[in-house]
């Protein structure tokens, strides 16, 4: 009788709270090895957020960046990474995630899958926040890549349950 109270207690608990921000990414990267006639990198790109609220100091993450590098080579280099980490005071950010780096297209596109790690802090202006985030990426061929960006979140909606 206990654990059927229990699941009746969980199937009509309130369901949890997720937050949705969005916004631009602006920063320098650095590519060792690469065959970029720099390895020092402008980045630009959008990032997405998704928090779950606990209801405790420590919130789950799910974040989405598409970025761009190497404009200021005269080069598009396209990327995109998941994220899955935690947010401490609602401010404080790190995750771990994979990264897929596209570097030719000429004449097949050539790909690089590794792992990212990263971490921010995320300081609230009023109505939209400017995230503060440093992030590595490992390589087991030496082509290693650390990045520092900025920008600005907003709000895109708040949902109060996975409807």
């Known amino acids: 009788m206990m654990i059927l109270t229990l699941l009746?207690?969980?199937?009509?608990?309130?369901?949890?709270?997720?937050?949705?921000?969005?916004?631009?990414?602006?920063?320098?990267g650095y590519v060792a090895?690469?065959?970029?006639?720099?390895?020092?990198?402008?980045v630009l790109g959008w990032d997405q957020m998704y928090s779950l609220d606990t209801n405790t100091s420590l919130d789950v993450i799910v974040a989405g960046n598409?970025?761009?590098?190497?404009?200021?080579q005269g080069e598009i280099l396209p990327s995109a990474h998941l994220i899955i980490g935690y947010?401490?005071?609602?401010?404080?950010?790190?995750?771990?995630?994979?990264?897929?780096?596209?570097?030719?297209?000429?004449?097949?596109v050539k790909s690089r899958l590794n792992m990212i790690t990263a971490m921010g802090w995320n300081i609230e202006m009023g109505?939209?926040?400017?995230?503060?985030?440093?992030?590595y990426v490992p390589d087991v061929d030496g082509r290693w890549r650390a990045y520092l960006t900025t920008g600005?979140?907003?709000?895109?909606?708040?949902?109060d349950s996975m409807e």
């Open 87 to 108: 947010q401490l005071w609602d401010s404080l950010q790190f995750g771990v995630g994979p990264v897929v780096t596209f570097s030719e297209f000429d004449p097949v």
């Open 127 to 135: 109505d939209f926040y400017i995230p503060l985030h440093a992030a």
């Open 66 to 72: 598409i970025s761009v590098g190497g404009v200021n």
């Open 33 to 42: 090895n690469s065959e970029l006639r720099s390895p020092h990198v402008m």
């Open 152 to 159: 600005m979140n907003w709000p895109l909606g708040k949902k």
């Open 8 to 28: 009746i207690g969980q199937a009509i608990a309130e369901p949890p709270k997720f937050d949705m921000v969005g916004g631009f990414r602006m920063g320098y």
